[in-house]
Every structure is written in structure tokens, then in C-alpha cells.
């Protein structure tokens, strides 16, 4: 059973707002992610971390900002928010599978995000 | 990364035997197929991966063709609990330095019904 946890589960702000989605996860994996989904569409990967203070943007553009300070956490931050970024984001952190460096990858729950 | 096609949904009744497609013609001697799901309001997770033979875990069986330009997920006997989005991945060989990065297509939607 994976441990990765992520806060808050549904988020509902006005527009221009800062806000953090945080992600934690309990498996001292180095490999973190971040993806966004939007409702009955694909997963799009938009952040990813190799481990502390190394981090990279995805295949999608996105106006977000990630860090990682520690091995546990990866949050994401949005300076101002807008309702394009109503979304739903999920994380996810991966661990070596053996052989050819196969990782299986862990997702949490998703935060679903409104912005109005 | 090369490219994999699913049918977008499929039906089964319960208890019954489900196969999942996918089709991916374009794959390279060093790409593994994964498949993920993705149960309703959750994240996707790990359901099984191969990269020649055919596979068996508790969750399900891969069956993989001999030229592998397709594959197919088996669910021995599905249940309610299966029903989700079923997704079909390509990986290459890991590469050091690089994440493991997903490539999440469409999926196929799977309806379980009783």
C-alpha cells in the first residue's frame, strides 16, 4: 500500500489568490510528479522532481511553481490563481521496479481545484 | 515515445473473463508496456507491466503478442470494483538521470455490470 498524501482534497478560491497544493509522501521515493487532469480527460504531466532541489517542467505548460526541499514533500504553488487552473492535480512519486530501471509510479488522491 | 492505441470503452457482466487491447505497432525493442487504472475520483495505480513474456499478478494477466505490436490485459473475473479507466503505456529502458516519466493516453473506460 502506497503512502502518498496530498492536501486539500477539493479546493474552491476566487480568482488572484496564492495557493499551495501540498504533497507528502512517506516511501522516501526521490522521484516526484505532478500531473493535471481536467474531468474525463488525459493525465498531462506538468512538474517532476529526480530528488532534492532538482526539479523540472513537463510536457504541459503550466503556470505553476514546484519545490523540493525535502526528499517527503513536492507542493505546488499557484501565485494567482485564475479559473483556467480549475483543474484537477494529482501527484504521484515512483520507486525502482529491479531490473532496467522499471519504476512503478504511486499516485495520490488529487487535489480538485476550483478557481471562480 | 512511441505511440499506443485503446478501444475508448468496453463492457463487461460480472464474474466474467474482460480482455483489454491495445495496439501499439510502433514500439521499440527497449520499450516495456505498463498499464495503469484509474477507479473513479482517484489516481491511476499500477496494475501490471512486461516487455516480451506474458505476465501474471494478482491484479491481472498481460498477454503479449509474439511481434509485440499489441498486448492484451486480462481480468479474470471482473467485478464491480474494476470498473475504471484502463490505461496502456510505453516505457523505454531507463535512462540515468531522467524520471520515469508517464504517457497517459485516453485509456479505455471499462463498465462492469451485473
Not at chain 2, 466474467?16 to 520499450?31: K, R, W, Y
Not at chain 2, 501490471?48 to 511481434?67: C, F
Not at chain 2, 496502456?88 to 493516453?105: E, H, N, Q
Request: glycine share 6%.
Amino acid at each position: 500500500e502506497a503512502d502518498i498524501y496530498q492536501t486539500p482534497r477539493y479546493l474552491v478560491i476566487g480568482t488572484g489568490k496564492k495557493i499551495t497544493l501540498e504533497c507528502s509522501q512517506t516511501m522516501g521515493h526521490d522521484k516526484m510528479y505532478w500531473y493535471q487532469q481536467d474531468p474525463g480527460m488525459e493525465l498531462h504531466l506538468i512538474h517532476y522532481s529526480y530528488g532534492v532541489n532538482s526539479t523540472e517542467k513537463g510536457d504541459l505548460s503550466s503556470e505553476s511553481t514546484v519545490s523540493r526541499i525535502r526528499t517527503e514533500h513536492f507542493p505546488l504553488t499557484l501565485e494567482s490563481a485564475r479559473p483556467s487552473h480549475t483543474s484537477q492535480y494529482l501527484c504521484a512519486s515512483s520507486e525502482y521496479m529491479g531490473a532496467r530501471g522499471q519504476e512503478t509510479q504511486y499516485f495520490g488522491p488529487g487535489t480538485r481545484l476550483l478557481v471562480l | 515515445d512511441a505511440k499506443t492505441t485503446q478501444p475508448n470503452s468496453m463492457e463487461s457482466n460480472e464474474e466474467e473473463p474482460v480482455h483489454l487491447p491495445c495496439n501499439h505497432s510502433t514500439i521499440s525493442g527497449t520499450d516495456y508496456i505498463h498499464w495503469y487504472r484509474q477507479l473513479p475520483s482517484q489516481g491511476p495505480e499500477y496494475v501490471i507491466h512486461g516487455l516480451t513474456s506474458n505476465v501474471n499478478n494478482r491484479m491481472a494477466s498481460l498477454a503479449i503478442a509474439e511481434d509485440r505490436k499489441s498486448s492484451t490485459l486480462i481480468l479474470h473475473r471482473a467485478t464491480l470494483r474494476d470498473a475504471a479507466v484502463y490505461y496502456c503505456i510505453l516505457r523505454r529502458f531507463w535512462v540515468t538521470g531522467t524520471a520515469s516519466k508517464l504517457t497517459f493516453g485516453t485509456g479505455t473506460r471499462l463498465q462492469v455490470t451485473l
